[in-house]
Nanobody
Framework: QVQLVESGGGLVQAGGSLRLSCAAS????????LGWFRQAPGKEREFVSA????????VYADSVKGRFTISKDNAKTTLYLQMNSLKPEDTGVYYC?????????????????WGQGTQVTVSS
């Protein structure tokens, strides 16, 4: 069973950048679908980005397309989310997620395993 731990969150000014990391333990990292979600205060958790186990297919929410990039390093068993041109509306707790099905779904119910989250705050 894969376990996930996020890091890299923080406070940044609008227009700035952050890179989130999600360290995974477990031997099955390479075969899992991986994703990022976020939850703003008072709102439901929403899909941000996901990638297939091969990394060949990536999907993004329209709100982050062109600004965020999902990637992974299988050797380090780490998932990343590079966030550029950050906006105040990107503020929230960011969660990484994994699913053994290997199928990416733009919905939290498509992911079985979750990290604890990391706070991202973008000031205007």
């Amino acid at each position: 069973q894969v376990q996930l731990v996020e890091s890299g969150g923080g406070l940044v000014q609008a227009g700035g950048s952050l890179r989130l990391s999600c360290a995974a333990s477990g031997r099955s990292f390479r075969s899992y679908a991986l994703g990022w979600f976020r939850q703003a205060p008072g709102k439901e958790r929403e899909f941000v980005s996901a990638m297939t186990p091969s990394g060949e297919t990536t999907v993004y929410a329209d709100s982050v397309k062109g600004r965020f990039t999902i990637s992974k390093d299988n050797a380090k068993t780490t998932l990343y989310l590079q966030m550029n041109s950050l906006k105040p509306e990107d503020t929230g707790v960011y969660y990484c997620a994994a699913d053994p099905s290997g199928i990416i779904v733009e919905d939290e119910f498509g992911f079985e395993i979750w990290g604890q989250g990391t706070q991202v705050t973008v000031s205007s």
